[in-house]
């Protein structure tokens, strides 16, 4: 397996930007990953849950791909590909691309809507990471596959010890199952998945974090970064709790239109999310921005 290089920090799990016509703007990405590496992005995960992945169509998220792999300043940040597929063929695809594309690394989700067993995920994780040779990360997103990842059994601690695995996203409010996965393997690179934790996630031992606020947020969060590597506690706690106020008001009105609203009264459109998500009233608009200004 590829080591894994410089691969701590801040990721953007970046939106997918769509025209008033509902296409694929690469444009906007481009724009989107200029402005969060001036921020202080170390890298970006593309095509995850921020992405709007499973809405999107196999070309569509080829095009994404693609587009973030030419971005400019490419040289200078770290790529992480989604090739999360219920299908172990079409997710090994997906990494073929992302290894041609010269991505860093991949990561997927435990295939879901089946409710596969542990041994089953454990052989796709294995098959993905016998196909292509590109460091793989599990991201452990229980709240929306519906499937909580048993550490214990021995499938999963086997790709969890034995190099299958480069490190794990943990995005679930278990940090204690965090924790565990980081004694079990202290080699494995381990995220913070929840931006609304991510100061317990560093304290029991996270690297850094992939978070979906970190769209527009990272200001925010490198100083809470700043203040914890200082061990000034207090002060990243009240950085935390201004984090979670934003966290709170983006949740009430829908998290990912509401980061696309946030980011089009910066100056970069990345158009409107696909249906059923919501269309913002004017009313949530005006809440989000408050709060986002108060807090920010």
């Known amino acids: 397996m590829k080591k894994m290089e410089n691969m701590g920090g801040f990721f953007v799990a970046a939106v997918t930007p769509f025209d008033a016509q509902g296409r694929f703007h690469a444009d906007a990405l481009h724009r989107l990953m200029a402005k969060t590496m001036e921020e202080g992005a170390s890298g970006f995960l593309i095509g995850g849950s921020s992405a709007e992945c499973p809405m999107l169509t196999h070309e569509e998220r080829v095009q994404g791909l693609a587009a973030a792999s ?4 490419r040289s200078h940040t770290k790529l992480i590909a989604s090739v999360a597929a219920i299908s172990t063929d079409e997710a090994i695809s997906y990494a073929r691309t992302a ?3 010269g991505y860093d690394a991949m990561i997927s989700t435990v295939p879901y809507y089946y409710k596969f067993g542990m041994k089953g995920i454990a052989g796709y ?4 990471r016998e196909a292509v040779d590109l460091p793989l990360f599990l991201y452990n997103f229980p709240g929306n596959t519906g499937i909580e990842l048993d550490i214990s059994d021995a499938a999963i601690r086997g790709i969890l010890t034995d190099g299958t695995l480069a490190g794990i996203k943990q995005t679930s409010l278990n940090l204690y199952q965090m924790e565990r996965i980081r004694d079990m393997n202290p080699e494995l690179v381990i995220y913070g998945g929840f931006d609304e934790v991510y100061l317990g996630a560093r304290i029991l031992g996270a690297d850094g974090a992939i978070g979906s606020t970190f769209n527009f947020t990272l200001p925010l969060f490198t100083q809470i ?3 914890y590597a200082a061990l000034d506690i207090p002060l990243a706690q009240a950085l935390q709790r201004r984090a979670n106020t934003i ?3 983006l949740v009430s009105c829908s998290l990912f239109p509401s980061i696309k609203h946030i980011l ?7 158009g409107t999310c696909r249906a059923p998500f919501p269309t913002l009233t004017d009313e949530q608009k005006a809440y989000i921005e408050r709060v986002v200004s108060e807090n920010l």
């Open 125 to 128: 994780f294995w098959a993905l």
């Open 264 to 270: 089009k009264t910066q100056g970069i459109d990345c």
């Open 99 to 101: 290894a041609q594309l």
């Open 225 to 227: 970064e700043a203040a």
């Open 70 to 73: 030419a971005c400019a300043g």
């Open 247 to 249: 966290m709170q008001a």
